[in-house]
């Protein structure tokens, strides 16, 4: 059984910047993984994803230029550094894991995290 534990979220200032971590246990084949958000009264939306394989991380554009996601292979762990954050990056923040054709669409993950509460202050 994989379980993936989100921590880092927090309250922050405008322009300020966050660490999210997403630690897996668990045996896990999964081959994409992501970070998503979700926002009161809104969808759940895509924010990065990175391969397990290597080559260029994908991201949102809304978060592209000031998010970037990493992957510790050894430590099974999944990051997002967050700088320059705006009040509109307020969500809870959730990361995925799967086997997916399409790294934005959150029904192709099989594995989440409980999410981490963001809350930008203007």
């Known amino acids: 059984q994989v379980q993936l534990v989100e921590s880092g979220g927090g309250l922050v200032q405008g322009g300020g910047s966050l660490r999210l971590s997403c630690a897996a246990s668990?045996?896990?084949?999964?081959?994409?993984w992501a970070w998503f958000r979700e926002a009161p009264g809104k969808e759940r939306e895509f924010v990065a994803a990175?391969?397990?394989?290597?080559?260029?991380?994908s991201y949102a554009n809304s978060v592209k230029g000031r998010f970037t996601v990493s992957r510790d292979n050894a430590k099974n762990t999944l990051y997002l550094q967050m700088n320059s954050l705006k009040p509109e990056d307020t969500a809870t923040y959730y990361c995925?894991?799967?086997?997916?054709?399409?790294?934005?669409?959150?029904?192709?993950?099989?594995?989440w995290g409980q999410g981490t509460q963001v809350t930008v202050s203007s």
């Open positions: 995925a894991a799967g086997i997916v054709s399409r790294a934005w669409s959150q029904f192709e993950y099989g594995y």
């Open positions: 668990g045996r896990t084949i999964s081959k994409t």
């Open positions: 990175i391969q397990t394989s290597g080559g260029a991380p």
